[in-house]
């Protein structure tokens, strides 16, 4: 049964200004239970991080203030803004019980101060005029103590304190410009056909130079969001690299787009899926710093992108009986979590609420929201720098993606960015073990055992990736010294398969392996709530492939989530294949490893691969349509869709 604070989330229609203001104090009112008594420290949970208890605490103090700071800053009124205020006396005091303690180097107190610097940039008179003036001492001597970083440095140039160094502020800054990767031209006229972009549009990267790793920090959770957000209030100080930092954001949204789907949610891929709407953050600080891009946007379609998202997360069951933001994605799940996910983490979320700050005359209030602009639907593109096609064909957004990875050990990483599709519908799975299918959350990648499926390997690290003539996206990996798989993955452009997508693997091994490769997991429950059952296909309407009919190479799988289905394609006779023909079966996932399906069922293809001189050759296709914000079931047709398989382009044919 939903909690009170859920059921009044679910029916806040998020349309207004308004309305957001009440979804916020539903998020921040709960946290009044759990906080200190001097206000400096909320305690959510008895989870760990690879950090201190206390940073932990501060953490929960902290991120809540990214939608306080911009409430209060536009005009707002929250009724417990004093025990924030209450909190910086105590936090920042050496001598009081709940003292937040000094920085040290790599210290997580460093990452907070960016929420307290933002608020006392934007909220100045609600949070610091208030202090006494030995608490206002303390404040900066604290904040000072890493006045290295853009946001505690401006925190304390707004506050006219002497510990705000413009020297070691702006070293900051360039540090932060060396993971930009370019500028480039913004693409047009896309509808229908792939695209590269070779130069880049706006892209900073979230890791060190040489890893390719383009996650939701290297836009919303971090880097363009700090970037916009200072481009506004450091505008008069710094105008040219103000300047440039707009002109990134205006390039970056051409791109940022199509990680939406039209109906709210985002496709979840990368680390720190936990913050959830933050995803939808830059749409807010595009407002907040003025920034309208060109070419799709309107200040209707910007607030439409944040909204619908805001409007998604608002029906899923993400807080916990007590209105507390959850660990985990659509439901509490630790499995997901990286090891620097302490309870009050997800509050990260809070930072999409900064259209808050805007006054009621701002054009992004002003402005009747627009759907996602229709240009852009039905319509697969190619992002160069992260090596991703992204796709909304068949009403079905995700991506295909080959090259990508986290720069050091990180918590389930390959599931993260190894896999070879992440989607807006059926999200991700990660694993709760590694000794059977059912645990090793194997859905959208080529699992392989040498040890008769005892234990299983991913893809982790890719070798070579890159676009290939436009059409698709080749890599290899090495699970093994002795063993190369080299995959192709071609995304949907035809529409009279645009449910489909198609994956090739050439397998070389010097040892003898079996192979399970998933497609889309999907809810694996009926609609009475018990376990779902086989859904073979009806011999009348089997698929024909490559004009041979099939039916053990194959699974497919619906449910009031959608169809997903997986098919082994037979191709032409002149094409040899080592491998015997793979084998469909429904794989009923371990529980809660689906980041958005705690109970969830995956169309899998079984196979084996010999030990050799000679390669094992697979063609796959994908199928996948999921049930569409308001109906209640696939669309129609769905069937006959399904009966339609494409072809294996020929340049793929080894």
């Known amino acids: 049964m939903a909690s009170s604070y859920s059921r009044s989330i679910q029916q806040n229609p998020l349309k207004t200004r308004e309305h957001l203001k009440s979804f916020l104090e539903e998020i921040l009112n709960p946290l009044e239970r759990h906080t200190s008594p001097g206000g400096a420290l909320i305690r959510l949970g008895n989870t760990a991080t690879h950090y201190d208890e206390r940073a932990a605490q501060l953490e929960t103090f902290s991120r809540p203030l990214w939608a306080l700071g911009s409430l209060l800053a536009g005009g707002g009124y929250f009724k417990g803004t004093e025990r924030w205020v209450k909190g910086f006396a105590s936090g920042t005091n050496p001598d009081h019980e709940e003292f937040w303690g000094n920085m040290r180097n790599k210290d997580q107190r460093m990452v907070e101060c960016a929420a307290i610097g933002f608020t006392l940039s934007v909220a100045k008179e609600h949070v610091w005029d208030p202090l006494d003036e030995g608490a206002k001492r303390n404040f900066e001597k604290w904040l000072g103590g890493m006045n290295d970083k853009v946001f505690a440095n401006l925190g304390l140039s707004k506050v006219n304190s002497p510990h705000f160094s413009p020297t070691r502020m702006k070293a900051d800054l360039d540090h932060l410009d060396t993971f930009y990767l370019g500028q480039g031209k913004v693409h047009k006229n896309i509808r229908r056909r792939i695209y590269t972009n070779k130069e880049g549009t706006g892209w900073s990267r979230d890791g060190p130079e040489g890893v390719r790793q383009l996650d939701y920090y290297s836009s919303s959770f971090a880097i363009q969001y700090a970037q916009l957000v200072y481009s506004k209030l450091a505008e008069k100080e710094d105008p040219e690299r103000c300047k440039e930092y707009r002109q990134r954001a205006n390039l970056f949204a051409a791109h940022f787009i199509h990680f939406f789907d039209p109906d709210g949610p985002a496709i979840p891929f990368g680390r720190s ?74 509050y990260w979320c809070c930072k999409s609420f900064i259209p808050l700050s805007l006054p009621e005359s701002h054009p ?120 190369q798989v080299d995959t192709w993955l071609i995304p949907p452009t035809n529409p009279d398969f645009k449910a489909w997508h198609i994956r090739a693997h050439r397998i070389k091994t010097g040892r003898n392996l079996i192979s399970a490769e998933g497609g889309w997991a999907v809810y694996g429950q009926r609609e009475d709530g018990r376990a779902l059952e086989d859904f073979p296909a009806d011999p009348q309407t089997n698929p024909t492939v490559q004009g041979k009919l099939e039916k053990e190479r194959m699974a497919l799988t619906k449910s009031s989530a959608g169809v997903s289905g997986i098919i082994d394609l037979v191709v032409p006779d002149d094409v040899r294949v080592v491998a015997p023909p793979r084998k469909g079966r429904a794989v009923r996932l371990d529980a809660n490893s689906n980041i958005i399906f705690s109970r969830a069922v995956l169309p899998t293809l079984m196979g084996e691969h010999p030990a050799g001189e000679e390669v094992s050759k697979l063609y796959t296709a994908v199928f996948g349509i999921p049930v569409r914000d308001g109906q209640k079931d696939v669309r129609a047709g769905w069937e006959k869709e399904w009966e339609k398989v494409p072809p294996v382009p020929k340049g793929v044919l080894f």
């Not at 907040?288 to 070419?295: C, K, M, N, S």
């Not at 299983?456 to 090495?478: E, H, I, Y």
């Open 273 to 346: 899926s936990t913050y959830r709407f933050a995803q939808a953050s830059f749409w807010g600080a595009l407002a907040f710093a003025d920034v309208l891009p060109d070419g799709v946007f309107t200040w209707g379609v910007i607030k439409g992108l944040l909204l619908r998202n805001f409007r998604y997360w608002a029906k899923q069951p993400f807080l916990d009986t007590d209105g507390i933001v959850t660990l985990g994605y659509v439901y509490p799940n630790h499995n997901m979590l990286e090891n620097y996910n302490s309870p009050g983490s997800p």
């Open 364 to 483: 992004f209030w002003t402005s009747v929201e627009e759907p996602y602009p229709k240009v852009l639907l039905e319509t697969t593109i190619g992002l160069d720098h992260p090596l991703q096609f992204v796709t909304n064909m068949g009403e079905h957004s995700f991506l295909l993606s080959s090259g990508q990875k986290c720069h050091y050990p990180l918590r389930h990483a390959a599931q993260k960015y190894g896999k070879l599709a992440y989607s807006a519908s059926f999200g991700f799975s990660v694993p709760v073990g590694n000794e059977s299918l059912e645990e090793i959350g194997g859905d959208s990648t080529l699992a392989l055992s040498d040890d008769g499926g005892e234990t299983w390997k991913v893809r982790r690290d890719t070798l070579d990736a890159k676009f290939v003539g436009n059409q698709w996206l080749q890599s290899s990996w090495k699970p093994w010294p002795d063993v």
